[in-house]
C-alpha cells in the first residue's frame, strides 16, 4: 500500500511540473540560415575566436549532423538552395545548375530566370526573377498551404536566386541590386512598389555606408593562424590592388569592382542581409500574428570572398569571425523578441568549397586546372571528322556536353553511337577526366554508390546534356587564380546540418545524412506535408 501510494504521490506532483516546461504546439518563427559556400570544418577551425553566442551556441544549444552531405552533382548555388528547400535533387525539382544550356531555346537559361517579370524597386535588368524554374514544391509552400497561408514566407539574401528559391512558389522575396544598393523584388511578387518597410529600409542607404570606409582585419593580421600568408599568388587581386594584403580601401575599389556590387565580396554583405532580416521581422511582424512564419535567410558574401581568395584566406577567416559575431546578435534579438525556446532555426550550406589548384601544387597534392576551350575545340575537330561538316556540339557546360540531336537526325546519325565514341575520345585523350558518362547510360542503368550515383541524382531527363564527365579530385574547370566548387568530391559535398531551438534536443550524430534531408524533418517537427518532390527522409535524431 504505501509503494502504490508513494507512485500516486510521484506521478501526481509531477504533472504540474510537466506542464510548467511544455512548449508550445508550433514554433512562432522558422528562420532558415544558407552560408553560401560553407564547409563543415568551419565550425572547428576558427572557433577559437568564436564568441559563446554564435557558431558555438548553434553547437552547444542545437543538435547538429556532424557528416551532412550534398547528395548529387553538380554542386552549385542554385541546386543547393533548391534542394534544401524541397528535399529533393535536381533530378526532381528541376534546377540543374545556376545557367543551364535549353535546347529548345538554343541558349542558357539562368535558375532564377522569369522573362515575364520586371523589376519592383531597383534596376530593370535585375528584375526578371522568379522561382517558375522550380519544379518541386518547397517546405516553405508546404507551411503556407497548411495554413492556408496566413503563413508568412520571406526569402532575403544579396544573390536573387538565395532568396527566390527558398520561398518558394508562394513566399516574397527580396535581393540586393548592385546598380543602386537597395533590396528589390520583382512583379511576380508585386504589382509596382516593395512594401513600406523595404521603402523605408533602403532609404537608410546602409550599403553606402559600410563600403565608405575600409575592410581591415578584426584581430592583428599576424594572429589569423588557420590562414596561410596574406600576401600570395594564389588568390585573385582587386582590380586596382597590386596584391591581396589587408586593408582594403572599399571607396577606391569601388569604380573597377562592380561599384556598390563589392560589397558581396565584404564580411558587410552579411551584415547588410542581416539588417533587411531585421526590418522584414519587423515589417512583416513576423512570428507576431499567432501563425507560424518563416524567413530564409542566405548570406551570399562567404561564397564571393570563398571564390576570389580561397579557404586558407585571411580574408576568409576574418568573414566567418564577423558573420559569428552577426549571429550571436541576431540570435539575442531572436532570444528578446520571441523567448528562446519558441523559436526554430536550421543552419546548412548550399555547398562547400575546393581549395586553390596552384595551392594543392604547391603542396605537393596532385591537381589541375581542366582547360574545357581546348577541349571544346577538339570535340568540335572530332565530330567533323567522323560525321562529316556541322555544328556538333551545342553546347559545354557545367562539366556537360550537349549534342546537336537536329544534325544528327539529318545525317541519320544515332546519338547513342556518338555518345559513345565522343566519350572514348575524350577519356583516352585528356589528363583530368576521370570517367564519362552518357545520358543514355543515366536513363537505362540505375546507379547506387559513387560519383556516377550524384551524377545521376542531378541528371534531369528533359534539361541535362548527352555526356557528363567526372574530374580527378582536386581537378577544376577553371584556369584563373582563387577557385571554385562543383564536384561531387567530399570538398564539395560535405556542409554543416545543425537545429537549435524550440523542441530541438542538443547533441550531435557523426551518422551520414543528405541535405534533402532537411525539408522531411521540418514536416514532420511542424506535421505538415512533406514537399511533393521530396525525395530525403526525416532526421530521427532531431524528432526525438
Given at each position: 500500500?504505501?509503494?502504490?501510494?508513494?507512485?500516486?504521490?510521484l506521478?501526481?506532483?509531477?504533472?504540474?511540473?510537466?506542464?510548467?516546461v511544455?512548449?508550445?504546439?508550433k514554433?512562432?518563427?522558422?528562420?532558415?540560415?544558407?552560408?553560401?559556400?560553407?564547409?563543415q570544418?568551419?565550425?572547428?577551425?576558427?572557433?577559437d575566436?568564436?564568441?559563446?553566442?554564435?557558431?558555438?551556441?548553434?553547437?552547444k544549444?542545437?543538435?547538429?549532423?556532424?557528416?551532412?552531405?550534398y547528395?548529387?552533382?553538380?554542386?552549385y548555388?542554385?541546386p543547393?538552395?533548391?534542394s534544401v528547400y524541397?528535399?529533393?535533387?535536381?533530378?526532381?525539382?528541376?534546377?540543374?545548375?545556376?545557367?543551364?544550356y535549353?535546347?529548345?531555346l538554343?541558349?542558357?537559361?539562368?535558375?532564377?530566370e522569369?522573362?515575364?517579370?520586371?523589376?519592383?524597386?531597383?534596376?530593370e535588368?535585375?528584375?526578371?526573377?522568379?522561382?517558375?524554374?522550380?519544379?518541386?514544391?518547397?517546405?516553405?509552400?508546404e507551411?503556407?498551404f497548411?495554413?492556408?497561408?496566413?503563413?508568412?514566407v520571406?526569402?532575403?539574401?544579396?544573390?536573387?536566386r538565395?532568396?527566390?528559391?527558398p520561398?518558394?512558389?508562394?513566399?516574397?522575396?527580396?535581393?540586393?541590386?548592385?546598380?543602386?544598393?537597395?533590396?528589390m523584388?520583382?512583379?511576380?511578387?508585386?504589382?509596382?512598389?516593395?512594401p513600406?518597410?523595404v521603402q523605408?529600409?533602403?532609404?537608410?542607404?546602409?550599403?553606402l555606408q559600410?563600403?565608405?570606409?575600409?575592410?581591415?582585419t578584426?584581430?592583428?593580421?599576424?594572429?589569423?593562424?588557420?590562414?596561410?600568408?596574406?600576401?600570395n599568388?594564389f588568390e585573385?587581386?582587386?582590380?586596382?590592388?597590386?596584391?591581396?594584403a589587408?586593408p582594403?580601401?572599399?571607396p577606391?575599389?569601388?569604380?573597377?569592382?562592380?561599384?556598390?556590387?563589392?560589397?558581396?565580396?565584404?564580411?558587410?554583405?552579411?551584415?547588410?542581409?542581416?539588417d533587411m532580416?531585421?526590418a522584414?521581422?519587423?515589417g512583416e511582424?513576423?512570428?507576431?500574428?499567432?501563425?507560424?512564419?518563416?524567413?530564409?535567410?542566405?548570406?551570399?558574401?562567404?561564397?564571393?570572398?570563398?571564390?576570389?581568395?580561397?579557404?586558407t584566406?585571411?580574408?576568409?577567416?576574418?568573414?566567418?569571425?564577423?558573420?559569428?559575431?552577426?549571429?550571436e546578435?541576431?540570435?539575442?534579438?531572436?532570444?528578446?523578441e520571441?523567448?528562446?525556446d519558441?523559436?526554430?532555426?536550421?543552419?546548412?550550406a548550399?555547398?562547400?568549397?575546393a581549395?586553390?589548384?596552384?595551392?594543392?601544387?604547391?603542396?605537393?597534392?596532385?591537381?589541375?586546372?581542366f582547360?574545357?576551350?581546348?577541349?571544346?575545340t577538339q570535340?568540335?575537330?572530332?565530330?567533323?571528322?567522323?560525321?562529316g561538316e556541322?555544328d556538333?556540339?551545342s553546347s559545354?557546360?557545367?562539366?556537360q556536353?550537349?549534342?546537336?540531336?537536329?544534325?544528327?537526325?539529318?545525317?541519320d546519325?544515332?546519338?547513342e553511337?556518338?555518345q559513345?565514341?565522343?566519350?572514348?575520345?575524350l577519356?583516352?585523350?585528356?589528363e583530368?577526366?576521370k570517367?564519362?558518362?552518357?545520358a543514355?547510360d543515366m536513363?537505362?542503368?540505375?546507379?547506387?554508390?559513387g560519383?556516377?550515383?550524384?551524377?545521376?541524382?542531378g541528371?534531369n531527363?528533359k534539361?541535362?546534356?548527352?555526356?557528363l564527365?567526372?574530374?580527378?579530385?582536386a581537378w577544376?574547370?577553371?584556369?584563373?587564380?582563387?577557385?571554385?566548387?562543383?564536384?561531387?568530391?567530399?570538398y564539395d559535398t560535405?556542409?554543416p546540418?545543425?537545429f537549435?531551438g524550440w523542441?530541438?534536443?542538443?547533441?550531435?550524430?557523426?551518422?551520414?545524412?543528405s541535405?534533402?534531408?532537411?525539408?522531411?524533418?521540418l514536416?514532420?517537427?511542424?506535421?505538415?506535408?512533406?514537399?511533393?518532390?521530396?525525395?530525403?527522409?526525416?532526421?530521427?535524431?532531431?524528432l526525438?
Open positions: 500500500m504505501n509503494k502504490a501510494i508513494s507512485i500516486y504521490l506521478i501526481l506532483f509531477s504533472l504540474p511540473v510537466f506542464a510548467q511544455k512548449k508550445t504546439e514554433p512562432k518563427l522558422i528562420v532558415g540560415i544558407l552560408v553560401d559556400q560553407m564547409r570544418d568551419y565550425f572547428y577551425k576558427y572557433q575566436r568564436y564568441t559563446e553566442g554564435g557558431f558555438k551556441r548553434l553547437m544549444d542545437g543538435y547538429m549532423m556532424k557528416n551532412a552531405h547528395n548529387y552533382i553538380p554542386t548555388t542554385g543547393g538552395h533548391a524541397t528535399g529533393a535533387t535536381p533530378a526532381m525539382h528541376g534546377i540543374i545548375a545556376n545557367d543551364w535549353v535546347r529548345n538554343n541558349r542558357m537559361i539562368y535558375c532564377a522569369d522573362t515575364t517579370a520586371k523589376a519592383v524597386g531597383g534596376s535588368s535585375n528584375g526578371k526573377i522568379s522561382p517558375r524554374n522550380l519544379l518541386s514544391t518547397t517546405i516553405s509552400d507551411l503556407r497548411a495554413s492556408n497561408k496566413r503563413s508568412k520571406v526569402g532575403i539574401a544579396i544573390k536573387d538565395g532568396a527566390a528559391l520561398a518558394g512558389h508562394t513566399g516574397d522575396a527580396y535581393w540586393y541590386d548592385s546598380q543602386t544598393g537597395q533590396f523584388t520583382s512583379t511576380y511578387y508585386y504589382d509596382s512598389l516593395p513600406q518597410w523605408d529600409f533602403n532609404s537608410k542607404g546602409l550599403a559600410y563600403l565608405s570606409g575600409k575592410w581591415e578584426l584581430f592583428p593580421v599576424d594572429t589569423y593562424v588557420q590562414s596561410i600568408s596574406d600576401h599568388d585573385g587581386p582587386f582590380i586596382g590592388k597590386d596584391s591581396t589587408f582594403y580601401d572599399l577606391a575599389l569601388m569604380e573597377f569592382n562592380g561599384g556598390m556590387g563589392l560589397i558581396g565580396t565584404t564580411p558587410f554583405g552579411n551584415t547588410l542581409t542581416l532580416a531585421y522584414a521581422i519587423e511582424k513576423l512570428g507576431k500574428r499567432g501563425e507560424t512564419d518563416l524567413l530564409a535567410i542566405s548570406f551570399s558574401s562567404p561564397d564571393y570572398i570563398g571564390h576570389r581568395f580561397g579557404p584566406s585571411v580574408e576568409l577567416e576574418d568573414n566567418y569571425l564577423r558573420l559569428d559575431r552577426d549571429l546578435k541576431f540570435f539575442n534579438y531572436l532570444d528578446k520571441y523567448g528562446k519558441e523559436y526554430l532555426v536550421f543552419l546548412t548550399d555547398h562547400a568549397v581549395d586553390i589548384v596552384d595551392y594543392m601544387k604547391s603542396e605537393n597534392v596532385p591537381a589541375g586546372n582547360n574545357t576551350r581546348q577541349v571544346l570535340m568540335r575537330g572530332f565530330c567533323v571528322i567522323n560525321y556541322g556538333w556540339i559545354f557546360s557545367n562539366e556536353v550537349f549534342l546537336n540531336h537536329a544534325l544528327a537526325k539529318e545525317k546519325i544515332s546519338i553511337k556518338i559513345r565514341e565522343l566519350a572514348d575520345f577519356l583516352n585523350r585528356y583530368g577526366i570517367e564519362i558518362y552518357t543514355t536513363k537505362r542503368v540505375e546507379y547506387s554508390s560519383q556516377k550515383h550524384l551524377l545521376q541524382m541528371f531527363h534539361a541535362s546534356g548527352d555526356l564527365l567526372l574530374l580527378e579530385p577544376l574547370s577553371s584556369s584563373w587564380k582563387g577557385t571554385t566548387h562543383g564536384t561531387g568530391y567530399t560535405h556542409v546540418i545543425v537549435m523542441n530541438i534536443p542538443n547533441g550531435q550524430s557523426s551518422r551520414y545524412v541535405i534533402t534531408d532537411i525539408a522531411p524533418t514536416s514532420m517537427l511542424l506535421n505538415i506535408r512533406l514537399p511533393n518532390g521530396a525525395t530525403g527522409q526525416p532526421i530521427l535524431e532531431i526525438q
